[in-house]
């Protein structure tokens, strides 16, 4: 009897070893390495799901012929934007997200509505039924969309081969199994041998398959992280779970822009694209409050305005608190050291709570400047004047460094009525077109403070 081929894995990075060891040499975490039983008995060779036996054959680069990558469009503007312009033909596109976020709400949804496309959605999560009441619940028909409940991939590419779809959508990765493969769905290997299966039907065929996965606590994609080198294209589903708002982010595009976002609303019947995302970031409100101030921001390519909210109150307790919502902590404080030692401002003997609206979470450090008007806003307890926005880098010194694509976030302002714009002084040169709104050059955060109060 042949013997079991075994191998250890590292259920964080995908990394293989030889031997067991208590820390991943690669990812540096510890207990994460499993054994695994990559080949079952008397069998070596991985399958094919195409059988396709010839040859490979170089080619010289010039005689490749470039066809136009053919897009499937779909009926989706956020789903189309950040694919790069719809769906490439044999792509394969891998979406994370937690549990519960909405991932396979958004590919029934979009595959619903396009009815002149056969659509094989692969469930290994929900019954026939579970989906049947979603789609109804989405309010949704198609006679062209095709759902099956099994997880062995060799069942699954028997199916394909029989019904011949145009879109294929894999709910989820973590839970298909390979026959080759002896260990549980989920593990590494598994994941990466179904995904290689998957990829190598893509290529032959030139179907586009679109392979859900879920990501962990920390944000991961659950199994190895060699599936994001392994795939097209990876787009991440994220939102608060307590808010109605979800963002689909591209994180990698080999066809396309790899920093496009869409923006959805969940609602009672399914997911709802927004169009007009900085309309309903910004609270409409008749009286001005203290501690607020809006960021013109931009999250990937797209502009965004953004209400940032601070509150800084007395210290209660000996050491004060610095607490966030969707900023970075660290980044809190340093601008607060800044604010102490630039400004005189006494922070540290305040309780300091930062909010930024809608649940989302910020990366452009460009909001640095609105945090800083909220924060001065909130310890001088004055309003900032209404319709004012602000837009800046603010460094060590309290200087305000210049930001990229500055008319973008001017013009976006200027669109959605606002009045005032704060900029660094060092975006001036990048500055060319007219606008309405007035634009305030400021080069360290005590010319803010002594314009605004
Ligand atoms: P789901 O698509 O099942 O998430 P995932 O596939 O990422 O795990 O979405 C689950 C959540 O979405 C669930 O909590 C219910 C909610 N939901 C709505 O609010 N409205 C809807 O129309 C639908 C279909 C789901
Ligand atoms: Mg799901």
């Known amino acids: ?40 008995e008397n069998k070596k060779e991985s399958w094919d799901p195409i059988q396709e036996k010839n040859a490979p054959k170089s080619k010289k680069l010039q005689d490749v012929s470039t066809i136009e990558t053919q897009r499937i469009i779909t009926h989706d503007a956020e789903l189309n934007r950040v694919l790069g312009g719809g769906i490439v033909a044999g792509s394969v596109i891998l979406v994370a997200g937690e549990p519960g976020i909405g991932k396979s709400t958004l590919f029934l949804q979009a595959c619903l509505q396009m009815q002149d496309i056969t659509t094989l959605y692969i469930s290994g999560e929900e019954s026939m039924q579970q989906i049947k009441m979603r789609a109804d619940r989405i309010n949704a028909t198609n006679d062209q969309f095709y759902v099956l409940t099994v997880t062995d991939t060799q069942t699954i590419f028997n199916e394909i081969k029989k019904i011949k779809p145009t879109l294929i959508i894999i709910d989820s990765i973590q839970t298909l199994a390979s026959p080759f493969i002896e ?5 590494v290997s598994q994941i990466r041998e179904c995904t290689a299966e998957i990829i190598r039907f893509a290529k032959a065929t030139n179907t586009p398959v ?47 822009n790899a920093s496009e976002l869409g923006i959805y609303e969940m609602s009672e019947n399914g997911l709802r694209q927004i169009s007009n995302p900085s309309e309903i970031l ?36 000996g050491t004060p608190q610095r607490t966030v919502s969707g900023f970075d902590l660290r980044r809190l404080q340093l601008l607060l050291a800044v604010l102490e030692k630039r400004g005189g401002f006494q922070f540290g003997v305040k309780d300091v709570f930062l909010n930024i609206a809608g649940g989302i979470k910020v990366e452009d450090p460009a909001i640095d400047l609105a945090v800083i008007a909220a924060l001065l806003s909130s310890y001088e307890d004055t309003a900032i004047a209404h319709k004012s926005c602000f837009v800046g880098e603010v460094g060590l010194s309290g200087e305000i460094r210049a930001v990229n694509r500055i008319e973008q976030r001017i013009a976006e302002a200027d669109k959605l009525g606002f009045e ?19 634009i305030v050059m400021l080069s360290k955060i005590e010319e803010m403070y002594r314009m605004l109060f």
């Open 1 to 40: 009897m042949a013997k079991q081929k075994t191998s250890f894995f590292c259920q964080t990075c995908g990394a293989e070893s030889a031997k067991w060891q208590g820390k991943c040499p690669s990812c540096n975490e510890w207990n994460t390495i499993v054994e695994e039983i990559i080949i079952k």
């Open 282 to 317: 910004i609270t409409q409100k008749e009286e001005s409050l203290s501690g607020i101030a809006i960021a013109a921001t931009l999250e990937g390519a797209r502009p965004l305005l953004i209400e940032t909210q601070a509150l800084v109150t007395h210290a209660v307790y």
């Open 183 to 187: 260990s549980a769905p989920g593990s």
């Open 210 to 256: 679109f392979i859900i996965g879920h990501i962990t606590k920390d944000g991961t994609i659950a199994g190895p992280k060699v599936l994001e080198h392994m795939v097209d294209t990876v787009l991440q589903f994220e939102g608060d779970r307590h808010y109605a708002y979800r963002i689909l982010r591209t994180t990698k595009n080999r066809f396309g």
């Open 420 to 438: 005032k714009i704060f900029v660094s002084k060092f975006n001036k040169k990048s500055l060319h077109s007219k606008t309405n709104i007035e």
